[in-house]
């Protein structure tokens, strides 16, 4: 399985942008998906998941209510709509596919977000 993330680029604060993960080389339907991100000097941290049915999501403190995340099983995609962009939201993106005891990750894609 490969992941491939695309979308990122710069916005201004308050701006919107969508990421998506596509795979290849298999299919995504029996994994929960992932985004983290990573900041200069910082850890990876998880931003959101969603199951493999669609019907778990969750999203940390700090990206909840901004961010959806999203899956279409049909185009092996998932999708992470960020809204109100604020400059602590930039970094690398990730998104990684995981069932028990595979995951994979992506090359990430960078977000930058300027005040």
């Known amino acids: 399985l490969q992941l491939v993330e695309s979308g990122g680029g710069l916005v201004q604060s308050g701006g919107s942008l969508t990421l998506s993960c596509a795979a290849s080389?298999?299919?995504?339907?029996?994994?929960?998906i992932g985004w983290f991100r990573q900041s200069p000097g910082k850890e990876r941290e998880i931003m959101s998941c969603?199951?493999?049915?669609?019907?778990?999501?969750n999203y940390v403190d700090s990206v909840k209510g901004r961010f959806t995340i999203s899956r279409d099983n049909a185009k092996d995609t998932v999708y992470l709509q960020m809204t109100s962009l604020k400059p602590e939201d930039t970094a690398v993106y990730y998104c990684?596919?995981?069932?028990?005891?595979?995951?994979?990750w992506g090359q990430g894609t960078q977000v930058t977000v300027s005040s």
């Open positions: 990684k596919a995981f069932v028990f005891p595979r995951d994979y």
């Open positions: 080389g298999n299919t995504l339907d029996d994994y929960a």
């Open positions: 969603i199951s493999s049915s669609s019907r778990s999501t």
